[in-house]
């Protein structure tokens, strides 16, 4: 099993920034495709980023284009969200997702994936 932990989340005003990171457990994260999602209260868990195994490849939601960046340190085990220009409708709990693939595509697909973190909650004030 792989664990997965969430860190960085917390409370910001509009405009603002945060980096979430993502740590996961084992020898072969470098293999592992790796996806930050968000569920904001009463919604379903929707994709936010998405990136392959290898960081060559990244998908983003339109409405988070130019403004978050996922990004991974293989050498760390650790995915990150830099989220930039946070607005309140970014507000919502954070999961970081893994699947051990060796795709070249950066999966959006809630389902495909295999872990999951605890999640952190993001919260952007206006």
């Known amino acids: 099993q792989v664990q997965l932990v969430e860190s960085g989340g917390g409370l910001v005003q509009a405009g603002g920034s945060l980096r979430l990171s993502c740590v996961a457990s084992?020898?072969?994260?470098?293999?592992?495709?790796m996806g930050w999602f968000r569920q904001a209260p009463g919604k379903e868990r929707d994709v936010v980023a998405s990136?392959?195994?290898?960081?060559?490849?990244?998908n983003y939601e339109d409405s988070v284009k130019g403004r978050f960046t996922i990004s991974r340190d293989n050498a760390k085990n650790t995915v990150y969200l830099q989220m930039n220009s946070l607005k309140p409708e970014d507000t919502a709990v954070y999961y970081c997702?893994?699947?051990?693939?060796?795709?070249?595509?950066?999966?959006?697909?809630?389902?495909?994936?295999?872990?999951w973190g605890q999640g952190t909650q993001v919260t952007v004030s206006s």
């Open positions: 997702a893994a699947k051990s693939s060796g795709v070249t595509v950066a999966i959006r697909t809630p389902t495909w994936y295999d872990y």
């Open positions: 084992g020898r072969t994260f470098s293999n592992y495709a």
């Open positions: 990136i392959d195994w290898s960081g060559g490849n990244t």
